[in-house]
C-alpha cells in the first residue's frame, strides 16, 4: 500500500512505492513522480527505468535525481524545480531524502520561509529542523 505523506497541496513524498502502486498516486491525483533513490541501494528494489515505464503507463511525468546520503545543492535545487508546476509525489527509501531535498532546495530558493518549511515537514512526519536551522 501507498503511505503518502502530505507536504503541501501539491507537494507529498513516500517511501519507495511498488510499480503498481503508481496507478494509485495518479488515481490520488498526482501529475508527477520524483524518484530520489539510486538504483541498486539494495535488493529487489525497482530501478528508476521500472519506475519510469510504470509511471508512462498511468499517466504520470517521471523525474529521477538519484541521492546518496545528504542532497547535494545541486540536487536540491533540481528536486525542488521538479515538483513545480504540477501536483508531484516524490519518493527515496524512506521518503526523508526526498523530503529534505524539497525542503532545501525551497529554502535556497526563497520559496518559503524556513521556519514554515520546518512546520510543514514536521506535519509529514519529518524532522528538518537540523537540516534547515531551525
Known sequence: MLDIRKVTDDFAVAPQPAPSDLAA???AGFRRVVSNRPDGEEPGQPTAAEMARAAEAVGLDFVHIPIRGGPTPDQALA???AAEGAPTLA???SGTRSIAAWSLGQAMEGTRPREQLIDLCA???YD???LLGG
Open 25 to 27: 498516486a495518479a488515481a
Open 79 to 81: 528536486s525542488a524545480q
Open 91 to 93: 519518493f527515496c527509501r
Open 123 to 125: 506535519q509529514a512526519g
Open 128 to 130: 528538518m529542523s537540523g
